[in-house]
């Protein structure tokens, strides 16, 4: 099982963007899915969540902004970010808890870079 996030980039202050995280291989069931990101020097942070059903949580700075989505057909799940500051700035890693036919067990994507500046 692999996960892999794309999407990332420059953007100006004001600006979108919008990530993708796609899983593959042996997969029988996607669980919850999130987004983090992690400044250098700063501990990960969760951004945003999805569950099985749809339910969805951000953190508080990104409401109203950021909105996070998932297509089961297509194993992915997307983060849509309007209005983007200069402090979301960072790696975004997605994460998500995947079935196999054997095992349950959560797995990271590798990091896209978020760079907003003017």
């Known amino acids: 099982v692999q996960l892999q996030a794309s999407g990332g980039g420059l953007v100006q202050p004001g600006g979108s963007l919008k990530l993708s995280c796609a899983a593959s291989g042996s997969i029988f069931k996607i669980g919850e899915m999130w987004w983090y990101r992690q400044v250098p020097g700063k501990q990960r942070e969760l951004v945003a969540?999805?569950?099985?059903?749809?339910?969805?949580n951000y953190i508080v700075s990104v409401q109203g902004r950021f909105s996070i989505s998932r297509d089961d057909a297509k194993n992915t799940a997307w983060l849509q970010m309007n209005n983007l500051k200069p402090e979301d700035t960072a790696v975004y890693y997605c994460?998500?808890?995947?079935?196999?036919?054997?095992?349950?067990?959560?797995?990271w994507g590798q990091g896209t870079l978020v760079t907003v500046s003017s």
């Open positions: 994460k998500a808890r995947i079935t196999t036919i054997t095992e349950t067990n959560e797995y």
């Open positions: 969540s999805i569950s099985i059903g749809g339910t969805t």
